[in-house]
């Protein structure tokens, strides 16, 4: 069992910056692909960024996200993070951490694959 937590949203300016947080419970974190999911009010949740597990650190993002936001992970700390630059309205939403027992064949964009989900944390982005 994983507890995910997240943690960092809030209200940000169009064109502002803010840094997300996911905490995970836990001995065996580095084992598990961690992922971001966004969904806004009215809309379907869609994939935002993902990292792989395992020793690796190769980094996938959303076409519409990846020259602007940044996904890391600190095993020790058992921590996935989120960098968040020159944000947008559109993408106010709630953001939601997701682990993934194993590597991702998925580039870490299937929703399904995860086993694991945070409680959401909101952002909202003013215009």
């Known amino acids: 069992q994983v507890q995910l937590v997240e943690s960092g949203g809030g209200l940000v300016q169009a064109g502002g910056s803010l840094r997300l947080s996911c905490a995970a419970s836990?001995?065996?974190?580095?084992?598990?692909?961690m992922g971001w999911f966004r969904q806004a009010p009215g809309k379907e949740r869609e994939f935002v960024a993902a990292?792989?597990?395992?020793?690796?650190?190769?980094?996938y993002y959303a076409d519409s996200v990846k020259d602007r936001f940044t996904i890391s992970r600190d095993n020790a700390k058992n921590t996935m993070y989120l960098k968040m630059n020159s944000l947008k309205p559109e993408e106010t939403a709630v953001y939601y951490c997701a682990a993934k027992r194993g590597p991702t064949y998925h580039r870490g964009s299937y929703s399904p694959e995860y086993d694991y989900w945070g409680q959401g944390t909101q952002v909202t982005v003013s215009s």
């Open positions: 990292i792989s597990c395992c020793g690796g650190s190769t980094s």
């Open positions: 836990g001995r065996t974190f580095s084992m598990y692909t």
